[in-house]
């Protein structure tokens, strides 16, 4: 069973940055697939970006070039470095991991105001 938990949510203006972090448990982290995903009111969950155990990363066509998202395996812990943020980033994004099977966590509010 593998545990995770995100923080670095909150309410920012456009323009601004985030980072968001999600912690995971299990001796080993480095070897599990890490991904953020996003949902909005009303719509369904997205991926935001992905990376591998070995650290090629994926990101959605929306987030490119504003978006970073990297892992410390020493910390059991992936980011998701957010900058330049807009209203429609505005969303619970939710951390995953994929080791066997699919885990989520309980997700963390980002809203962007204008």
């Known amino acids: 069973q593998v545990q995770l938990v995100e923080s670095g949510g909150g309410l920012v203006q456009a323009g601004g940055s985030l980072r968001l972090s999600c912690a995971a448990s299990g001796s080993i982290f480095s070897r599990y697939f890490m991904g953020w995903y996003r949902q909005a009111p009303g719509k369904q969950r997205e991926l935001v970006a992905s990376?591998?155990?070995?650290?090629?990363?994926n990101y959605a066509d929306s987030v490119k070039g504003r978006f970073t998202i990297s892992r410390d395996n020493a910390k059991n812990t992936v980011y998701l470095h957010m900058n330049s943020l807009k209203p429609e980033d505005t969303a619970v994004y939710y951390c995953?991991?994929?080791?066997?099977?699919?885990?989520w966590g309980q997700g963390t509010q980002v809203t962007v105001s204008s």
């Open positions: 990376i591998t155990s070995s650290g090629n990363t």
């Open positions: 995953n991991a994929q080791f066997n099977r699919g885990y």
